[in-house]
């Protein structure tokens, strides 16, 4: 299954005037394309830190201390705010607790819905453009290079320019069915708005210049490939007619029915498919010979054999070519790379690192690693890509840190000496002295190493299975990534489209009326719209990932079920990846795929949701689980005893130990490793211990597991 994301050994503190929270205390997990993980904690647990980390919008005083999130290739806790701002919102998103944190309480929902769209579509339009441009020079300069005769060399600048020639009479056609498109639908809304205004027996100010532009819309709309004009033009020109005449006779019902015609005619032509337009580009403009009529699947079919038989077998073999010589180019720097990495080790396993060596061999080997970047993979190596961010950011904390532990061991000596001297006067103070927070110079030379010695492995792996790659699958995904692209130029939306998106949008969520709801404020929609309408801005710009910070806390629970099932619904219908933050196990008891149980900044147990319902090993999960209600549940449900623990002062040990009854003396002494249960569970608890005494959970859990199951045989059944 494909990987949207992955975090590694992320650590997290926060500076405050008492000393330095430690938020979250190196966790791991992956999110893979189109599955639900949920992260499961008390407040406090470290979880919505996690999330902000994701999404770089992290406090002031936050320190990432290590790790790593990885997202198409970048590392998100290295990239800068500018190159946030083409992910964030647009490629991850987030629903947060309160829905009036996300909207203007002053500003109109559909205003507020448009407002990201266009900004989004025009950073993705000079994306795709930037994007195709490098590419196909790229694939020019391979194949130039590649050519084993003149005749091939002298082919590949041509064979490059003609496919850029007809890509832009493709776009070309894209944008004006687009335009066509897009007439189209908006005819479709103004006539849902003026029929829905009418049957009321209301007729809103500006009304006959509404009337005029929707029968324009429906002319204009005519296209071959939108409406067909040989079925339809005379039909739609005299309804388009009749509307305006019957309207400035204030004949409504005959309005309604010219409306209800167009709608139909409109709606019929708006859900023809989409032809072909990349194969269409290179016939009309290479042919000389205009399109012959004959239905939509037969033309596509038609256009693919003329442009392989005329222009793209050729060009595809001497793509396969480019990308093959490509390849084995970067083969040779990757194993000059290797060398380099491996005698770079001995610099930073120094005791004391020295910070010119340090940095000399940094710019070294970021140009080596550079090198072994191939100019025409589709999809972004990320080890590759985050190596130079992750060294200087590493090199930085500990050159930084070497300088400031100095003197923050001399104030804490400082403050040990003044606690030391009250104590010794037979007084108790009433304060702690907390441990001093020095930079961990060592852990960072343990990360350096790490960060090289992974990327040696993985160009070690590369080079093993260099004889298994399949050259035209990768060719033909170049040519689609150019295709791809060359749409994304011509994708522009417009605010007549922002607006029928939007619309589009509130009806996916739930919203009803969208034609009315799109001019109203926030504060005419109860709690439960609100946070529809949020998640219709989450959705806006199609992200991969959803993040979902609570979104159910302050709502009802009737509301609750009704949210949490239109996220699931998303979730499928759109293939997303989400990240669903709570509290409270139940919520997520039928919406997550993995769960994640945080406590005090670490990840105590991991799993499916099925390990976690039913064979939950960590004692922390099953006071969760005991203290979730439902239906059958006839007795007062268990509190968790105790409070988590202040995280200026981390325990040594686990740090559940002073609240859980089933804790041993190593609980108090040792923090537990994660223990592998089965190759899908994990859970960090000396109970795991093969030493350890055999404990089993509360009867609470027990009986509620023994429900759970007789419930679901009865449902198999």
Known sequence: MENKLHVQDLRISFRTGNGKVQAVRGIDFDLAKGETLAIVGESGSGK?????????????????????????????????????????????????QDPMSSLNPIVRIGRQLTEAMLLKGRIRQRESKR??????????????????????????????????????????????????????????????????ELEKNTV????????????????????????????????????????????????????LENLYRLREIMTEGAARPKP??????????FSSQPLPDMPLEKLNDFLLDYLLKDFMNDFLSDAQRA?????????????????????AGQVYAAE?????????????????????????????????????????????????????????????????????????KGRKPDWEVADAAVTDLELIKTNLAHIIGRLIEHYQALLNAADSRDYHAETVSVIDCLMENASGIVDKVTPRLARHRAIRLMEEVG?????????????????????????????????????CDEPTTALDVTIQSQILELINRLKTERRLSVIFITHDLGVVANMADRVAVMYAGKIVEYGTSEDIF???????????????????????????????????????????????????????ERQPPMFQISDTHYAATWLLHPDAPKVDPPKAVTERIARMNQRREAANE
């Open 48 to 96: 919505s830190v996690t999330s902000k980390a994701i999404l770089g919008i992290l406090a002031g005083n936050s320190i990432v201390e290590s790790g790593e999130i990885i997202y198409d290739g970048q590392d998100l806790l290295k990239i800068s705010e500018e190159d946030f701002h083409k992910i964030r919102g647009d490629r991850i998103a987030m629903i947060f």
């Open 131 to 196: 994007a195709f441009r490098t590419c196909l020079k790229n694939l020019r300069d391979m194949m130039t290079a590649s050519a084993g005769s003149e005749e091939e060399r002298a082919r590949a600048p041509v064979s490059c320019q003609k496919f850029q020639q007809f890509e832009k009479k493709h776009t070309q056609l894209e944008a004006a069915y687009n335009a066509a498109h897009e007439a189209a639908t908006e005819a479709l809304d103004d006539i849902g708005i003026i029929a829905f």
């Open 204 to 255: 809103a100010k500006g009304a006959a210049d509404r009337i005029r532009d929707i029968a324009r819309c429906c002319r204009t709309s005519l296209n071959k490939y939108v409406v067909d004009p040989d079925r339809y033009k005379a039909e739609v020109a005299q309804n388009a007619s009749a509307l305006e005449g019957n309207f400035q006779k204030k004949d409504y019902k005959a309005v």
């Open 276 to 285: 072909n337009f990349f194969r269409m580009g290179y016939y009309l403009t």
């Open 323 to 343: 990308v093959t010589y490509s390849a084995e180019q970067c083969y040779s720097r990757i194993r000059a790379a290797l060398q380099e990495l491996e005698a």
């Open 352 to 424: 004391e690192l020295d910070k010119k060596q340090c940095m000399d061999t940094w710019k070294k080997l970021s140009a080596a690693v550079k090198g072994t970047i191939d100019p025409l993979a589709v999809s972004r190596d990320s080890l590759v890509y985050t190596f130079s961010p992750s060294m200087k950011s590493e090199l930085d904390k500990y050159f930084h840190g070497a300088k400031a532990n100095v003197g923050i061991l001399r104030r804490y000596e400082r403050e040990k000496r003044k606690y030391d001297a009250i104590v010794a």
């Open 511 to 547: 919203i009803s009326e969208p034609h009315k709801r799109f001019r109203q404020y926030p504060f005419e929609f109860s709690g439960g719209m609100r946070q529809r309408i949020v998640i219709a801005i989450a959705l806006a710009a199609n992200p991969d990932v959803l993040i």
């Open 614 to 668: 039913y064979h939950a090993a960590h004692p922390y999960t099953w006071a969760l689980l005991s203290s979730m209600p439902d239906l059958d549940t006839n007795e007062k449900l268990a509190a968790i005893p105790g409070t988590p623990p202040n995280m200026i002062y981390p325990p040594k040990g686990d740090a559940f130990a002073p609240r859980n009854k089933y804790a041993m003396q190593i609980d108090f």
